[in-house]
Structures are given as structure tokens and as C-alpha cells.
């Protein structure tokens, strides 16, 4: 099969991406893209599951009408929310979702009866409000037992649509209940959420084949004949695996989406009281590797500030907006847990620079600036941070995703960290997901060669850093700003 699609489905959006290789390019064609969120019933955060899936298979049907017979379909989407099914492979309740507010102070309450540094050790997973840990603990204990099978949601569409359940490694692992020393899950962390084993799949690493889409499916809506193979279902696993290799130059990488992700891609974890006090994580990478990273904010402050301005400005607009406004002027923690889910982001930016002393952002040009500005900044620090943690210097930032179409963004990290940035692939979780089916395939041998081929394949932008004026008093007032 030369034809593979990719579902990648992320907390704001979903597509179908066709990908195929033709003499060492890879190509890719948007089949159908829809947009994706969470909903609020009576005070909680719940994904429409079902209409995910139905999205699916509509682009499905618009492969098939597109010619499309016989291919290989990957899914990779959000981490840590999962899904309860019953004896009958049927779902118990509604899906939550990482922002519903019923984990605020869990991750507290947890701290005092099982030490975090224990969890760390074991697991290398940082401390979020919203891991699947917390989530469990705090979710109805009848519910739970009634649960026979704990999907992830990725793993959860692949049973949809082909009715085999597994735990897929790279997503499995952000539950912060795999153990690292027994590559499974941690029986004293099931004991203390009062879970069994066998309520989780057997785990399975990206590469395996999943079987075909069920042949009820097939018939019922005229799909093609799909080979489900197991990707990384992390879209973050899959962004990294887009990542093209800087050859010679030690590279570290930023995923741009809603979450920013930073860090390196490593053979072994570093799950040491250093890292822990910095909050890094240690998420199971595809091939045997470790993503050693951080979790920034990311895109989800202007997703919101767009969002609640009426969407009157495109993206490209807002960035256009904030590289007319003044630098610098305010300044925010990104990852202060305010910015998580508050009410409304543009008064909870505002409020922020007010009691902080400084001047409050008006317009959509002054709030966008003030979270470019701020996510540039917050990339220097953690860069810093995973540099001596990792004892490597890093030459060169590679951002991918979405955020890689940020000229200024990506210009004002290059400034403010005092490096080049490589920007693009944007599409690099697709990609990533098709790396693992088309080595499946036998078309690349490995993902070394997979990524030397998405290197060659789509353009890469190069940001070289300009003189920041008063840099030093800059950082003066950033480190302060984190210790108000």
C-alpha cells in the first residue's frame, strides 16, 4: 500500500491528512479537517466522543470518493483523558476533559498521602493538575469498578473502528502510571486508585498492525479497506517524530500547538530530584526513546483571546496586530495555573499585568504581543533549565506545529534565547504519524531515514537573533515577575 492517512486530532481541531511518498518526497493532501473542543454540562468539561469518531469515518468516505481503496490509517490525538467501557465494550459515561475544574487541589490532597518525589521516581512524569492519576482519583468510585476496560481516547477511536483495545505506549505513559523500571503500569499506583491491572489493555508500541477497519463499518458507509497501525497516539510522540535531525549541531524542540512542548528526545529517562523540581517529564517516546520535556501554556492563551474578541482577527492577524504594538510593555507567568481554564482569558491577562504593576494590554494587538512576548521568554528560561539538566548545550531550537507559522513568535524567541530557531514542518505530527505506518510499510527502513526524508520534503524557515535592547533588565523583570 503506497497510500496512509493520518488522523490527528488535537484539543481545538481534527483532520485527515493523505500522505504518499513518491522518489524520497512525501506529499500530503488534507481530506477533510474539523474542529474539535469540549463542551460544559452542568459545571463540568466533557469531549463529544461520538461525533469525533463520526468525523473519522465522514473522511473516510470523502477518501473513498476520492479514489482511495486500499491504505494504512494511523490516529494520534490529546493525552491523559480517558474512557470507561463496560463488559460489553460499551461506553459508561460522557468523556472528561483535562480543563474540567473536579481535579483543583487533588494533585494537593494526593501529595499528602503518597510523596511525589515516590511518583516521580517510579514513573517520571511531572506533577499537572489534569494527569490521568488525579483525574482517577477524584472520579466516582462505583463508576470505576464498573469499568472493565480504561482507554485513552486514541485508543478508544482505534476499538471504534476496528474492535481490537490496547494501551498505546507513547499516551499510556502520561497517565503517570507506568512504571519506568517495569515498562507497565505501577501496581502500587493501581492498588491506591483501587484499580486492577486487567482494567488497562495490554500495552502496545507504535508500529504494531491493529488488523482492518471492521468490515460492518466498511459496508455500512463504503470506506476504503483501512490497515489500522498503531502510531504514536500522543500527538506530541508524533510531532517529535516529525522533527527533522539537525545533523552536527545539538538540537533542542518546541511542539507548537495549544501546549508548547520543549525539550529533547533521549535513550534513557532522567528522573532525578533535580528534574523533579524543575517538572519535567519523562513521556514514552516511540522506538525506545524518552521525551525529556517541558509543558508551556502554549497557543491556548490566544486561542481564548481570539475566541472571546468575536474572532474578529485570523491568527496571522492577531500576529500582525502584535508586531505593531510596543515590546515588552506587559508581561505574564504562562504557566501560572490561572491561564489554565479561567473564566475569561482576557480579563484574567489584564488582571494579571494589573497586580503585578504593570501596564494593562487594551486592544487585541497589546494582549496578543503581551503572550508572544511572554511565551518567548518562557521558552529562554526552560531552555535554560533543560540545558542543565541534560548537561548538553543546545545550538538550535526547532519549532514544529502550528505555531511554527508565527514569524514573530518564532523571530522573538531567536532573540530573546540567543539562537538560531528552525521553524517548520507546521504539519509535523502528521508527518510523524505517517513516519510509523510508512516504516510499517516497508517503504522507510527506520525513523532516522523517515526524517531526513521530511527534511527534505517541506520548507524550513531560519530566525537568527537580532540584539534585544536592555535584554538584561528584561530578564531582571521576568525573573521578578515570577516571584511576585
Known amino acids: 500500500m503506497n497510500k496512509h492517512i493520518a488522523v490527528d486530532i488535537g484539543a481545538s481541531s481534527g483532520r485527515l491528512v493523505l500522505g504518499i511518498l513518491q522518489e524520497g518526497k512525501l506529499s500530503l493532501e488534507e481530506i477533510h479537517r474539523f474542529s474539535n473542543g469540549f463542551t460544559e454540562l452542568d459545571g463540568s468539561c466533557f469531549w ?8 473519522i469515518i465522514v473522511g473516510l468516505r470523502q477518501a473513498k470518493a476520492l479514489g482511495i481503496t486500499d491504505c494504512t490509517l494511523g490516529i494520534d490525538t490529546w493525552a491523559v483523558d480517558y474512557v470507561l467501557l463496560d463488559s460489553a465494550g460499551s461506553r459508561i459515561q460522557e468523556v472528561y476533559a483535562y480543563r474540567d475544574r473536579r481535579t483543583e487541589g487533588v494533585m494537593e490532597e494526593v501529595a499528602a498521602i503518597l510523596p511525589p518525589d515516590t511518583v516521580y521516581a517510579k514513573t517520571g512524569i511531572q506533577q499537572l493538575t489534569f494527569n490521568t492519576l488525579y483525574q482517577l482519583y477524584t472520579h466516582d468510585r462505583k463508576e470505576l469498578a464498573q469499568a472493565d476496560q480504561i482507554l485513552l481516547v486514541p485508543d478508544y477511536l482505534y476499538y471504534r473502528l476496528g474492535g481490537r483495545k490496547i494501551n498505546e505506549v507513547t499516551n499510556a505513559s502520561t497517565t503517570q502510571l507506568l512504571n519506568l523500571q ?3 503500569f505501577d501496581s502500587g499506583l493501581l492498588s491506591f486508585l483501587h484499580l486492577r ?12 498492525s491493529l488488523g482492518f477497519v471492521q468490515d460492518s463499518l466498511v459496508r455500512q458507509y463504503d470506506l476504503p479497506r483501512c490497515q489500522l497501525i498503531c502510531v504514536a497516539t500522543h500527538d506530541t510522540a508524533s510531532a517529535v517524530l516529525g522533527v527533522p535531525v539537525q545533523k552536527g549541531r545539538s538540537a533542542a524542540y518546541i511542539s507548537s500547538g495549544t501546549w508548547s512542548l520543549l525539550g529533547v528526545e533521549l535513550d534513557r529517562p532522567i528522573n532525578n530530584p533535580q528534574a523533579m523540581a524543575a517538572n519535567y517529564t519523562n513521556e514514552w517516546g516511540a522506538f525506545g526513546t524518552y521525551r525529556f520535556l517541558k509543558n508551556i501554556m502554549g497557543l491556548w492563551l490566544i486561542q481564548e483571546v481570539r475566541r472571546l474578541d468575536g474572532e474578529r482577527y485570523s491568527f496571522a492577524g492577531l500576529a500582525r496586530l502584535a508586531g505593531e504594538a510596543e515590546g515588552f510593555r506587559s508581561l505574564i507567568p504562562c504557566n501560572a495555573p490561572r491561564f489554565l481554564n479561567p473564566g475569561n482569558m482576557i ?4 488582571s494579571a499585568c494589573a497586580e503585578s504593576g504593570q501596564p494593562v494590554p487594551e486592544n487585541p494587538g497589546q494582549l496578543a504581543r503581551c503572550i508572544f512576548d511572554s511565551l518567548a521568554l518562557s521558552y529562554r528560561s526552560y531552555l535554560k533549565e533543560l540545558e542543565e539538566l541534560t548537561g548538553t548545550a543546545v545550538e538550535v531550537l526547532q519549532i514544529v506545529g502550528g505555531g511554527a507559522n508565527n514569524a514573530l513568535l518564532c523571530q522573538l524567541t531567536a532573540d530573546v534565547a540567543c539562537r538560531e530557531v528552525l521553524a517548520g514542518p507546521t504539519e509535523s505530527t502528521a508527518l510523524g504519524n505517517l513516519a510509523v505506518q510508512l516504516i510499517h510499510a516497508g517503504s522507510v527502513a527506520n525513523i532516522a531515514e523517515a526524517r531526513a526524508i521530511i527534511g527534505n520534503s517541506f520548507p524550513i524557515a531560519s530566525y537568527t537573533p537580532r540584539p534585544v535592547p536592555q535584554l538584561e533588565e528584561l530578564l531582571d523583570r521576568w525573573e521578578a515577575l515570577h516571584h511576585h
Not at 48 to 53: K, R, T, V
Not at 197 to 208: D, K, N, S, W
Not at 347 to 350: A, M, N
Open 347 to 350: 480579563e484574567e491577562i489584564r
Open 182 to 184: 517495569t515498562d507497565d
Open 197 to 208: 491491572r486487567e482494567q488497562f489493555a495490554p500495552l502496545t508500541a507504535p508500529g504494531e
Open 48 to 55: 463529544d466522543i461520538d461525533y469525533l469518531f463520526e468525523q
